[in-house]
């Protein structure tokens, strides 16, 4: 049976892929001066998927696997309850404050956060990564998450090209993200 750290990094790494794809779909299909309905694109788009369905299903197995806390730390289900209660009130402020129209986009990031700061965590308690070093990675998932609600609420309220830049932006954030934590456990394991 493969270590759970190799499989929660293995899976990281897949969603990362998922990143890459989801990017190359982005600069494809809406690749100024006007967006293009495109077979690559579209081809781009279903490996997104695939990738991000099989980097969920490893890091949510080894997530939801028991395993002896060699440290206390905070338990997975509060982080993902504290992630619904976000995006509750993110979609709440959202609408009705910033007039925002709902997109799948917030739910992603969101979602997103929540992955990582769990397996942030999962690895500070395993013994794979520091204190301070935990926290400064949950610190750079929370900027990105910050800064890519940032990009989804100015979205629509930009001209065309720097709406699509401000596209791109939370797409290589969450790719440099998840780098950096597997960068970061890799040299610990």
Same mark, same amino acid.
């Given at each position: 049976?493969?270590?759970?750290?190799?499989?929660?990094?293995? +899976?990281? &790494?897949?969603?990362?892929?998922?990143?890459?794809?989801?990017?190359?779909w &982005?600069?494809?299909?809406?690749?100024?001066?006007?967006?293009r309905?495109?077979?690559?694109?579209? +081809?781009?788009?279903?490996?997104?998927?695939?990738?991000?369905? =099989?980097?969920?299903? *490893?890091?949510?197995?080894? $997530?939801?696997?028991?395993?002896?806390?060699?440290?206390?730390?905070?338990?997975? $289900?509060w /982080?993902?309850?504290? +992630?619904a209660?976000?995006? %509750? $009130?993110? $979609? =709440? +402020?959202?609408?009705?404050?910033?007039?925002?129209?709902?997109?799948?986009?917030?739910? /992603?990031?969101?979602?997103?956060?929540?992955?990582?700061?769990?397996? %942030?965590?999962?690895?500070?308690r395993?013994?794979v990564?520091a204190?301070? @070093?935990? &926290?400064?990675? =949950?610190?750079?998932?929370?900027? =990105?998450?910050?800064?890519? *609600?940032?990009?989804?609420?100015?979205?629509?309220?930009?001209?065309?090209?720097?709406?699509?830049? @401000?596209?791109?932006?939370?797409?290589?954030?969450?790719?440099?993200?998840?780098?950096?934590?597997?960068?970061?456990?890799?040299?610990?394991?």
């Amino acid at each position: 049976m493969e270590h759970p750290v190799k499989t929660l990094l293995t +899976g990281n &790494w897949t969603m990362a892929l998922c990143g890459v794809f989801y990017l190359a779909w &982005w600069i494809v299909v809406f690749r100024p001066p006007k967006p293009r309905n495109s077979p690559v694109g579209w +081809g781009l788009l279903a490996l997104a998927f695939l990738a991000g369905i =099989a980097g969920f299903y *490893l890091m949510g197995r080894t $997530l939801a696997e028991p395993f002896p806390d060699a440290r206390p730390g905070i338990r997975g $289900l509060w /982080i993902v309850l504290a +992630g619904a209660v976000a995006y %509750v $009130l993110l $979609l =709440a +402020g959202t609408t009705l404050i910033f007039r925002r129209q709902v997109t799948s986009e917030l739910l /992603i990031i969101v979602a997103w956060a929540v992955l990582e700061l769990c397996t %942030v965590n999962f690895l500070y308690r395993y013994g794979v990564l520091a204190y301070t @070093a935990a &926290w400064t990675l =949950a610190g750079i998932v929370l900027a =990105a998450a910050v800064a890519s *609600l940032v990009c989804y609420l100015l979205y629509y309220r930009l001209p065309y090209t720097p709406g699509f830049i @401000a596209g791109c932006v939370p797409l290589a954030l969450a790719v440099v993200t998840i780098a950096l934590i597997n960068f970061t456990a890799g040299r610990s394991i």
